[in-house]
């Protein structure tokens, strides 16, 4: 009986595989399973425990980590799609990966302390520059991407000043 070996391609994938789950339990599987914990032994999230200051200030945190976490993966996507040609494929799932940061800052950012709004705003921007950039790279045209880089920074320095 003769053994079939596999390809080189199908072990790549199943590594690859692999390599996502984890990522994927890491990223989103921790933080949820922490936060069933959390509940079940009647502690407080992991985020109230941490900032002394009260609900909606820890709501307004949570919003502008997001946020922020949002702005930084676009700009290092952004920074990896200066230059045509562009990968088509690769600029579809980092947008629609971006897009997923987008909604759950939107999601994150619903309180109504003052710092919720701002951050708002600059998810706002955010998704505009997306949108501009999404344009620049499908070939349709574009603008000027700094301008609203500027403005998202300056209205999260704004969230972040609302929050001390």
């Known amino acids: 009986m003769a053994i079939r070996r596999k390809s080189p391609i199908v072990g790549l994938i199943q590594f690859l595989a692999v390599v996502a789950l984890i990522w994927f339990g ?4 921790w933080p ?3 936060e069933r914990l959390d509940r079940r032994s009647g502690a407080p999230p992991a985020a109230a425990r941490s900032d002394g200051a009260g609900a909606g200030a820890s709501e307004a945190g949570r919003c502008l980590d997001r946020a922020e976490a949002a702005s930084a993966s676009l700009a290092s996507v952004l920074r990896s799609f200066r230059s ?3 990968d088509q ?3 579809s799932a980092a947008s629609l990966d971006l897009a997923g940061q987008l909604g759950e800052a939107d ?3 619903l309180c109504g302390h003052p710092a919720c709004r701002e951050a708002a705003a600059a998810v706002g921007t ?3 520059e997306l949108s501009m950039a999404d344009g620049m790279v499908r070939g ?3 603008g000027n991407l700094a301008v609203l880089r500027e403005r998202s920074d300056e209205q ?3 969230a972040r000043a609302l929050l001390r």
């Open 26 to 29: 890491v990223s989103a599987g």
């Open 89 to 91: 494929a690769a600029w």
């Open 32 to 34: 949820w399973l922490r």
């Open 84 to 86: 045509p040609p562009y």
């Open 156 to 158: 999260l320095d704004r």
């Open 107 to 109: 999601s994150a950012c």
């Open 140 to 142: 349709e045209g574009g």
């Open 126 to 128: 955010l998704r505009e």
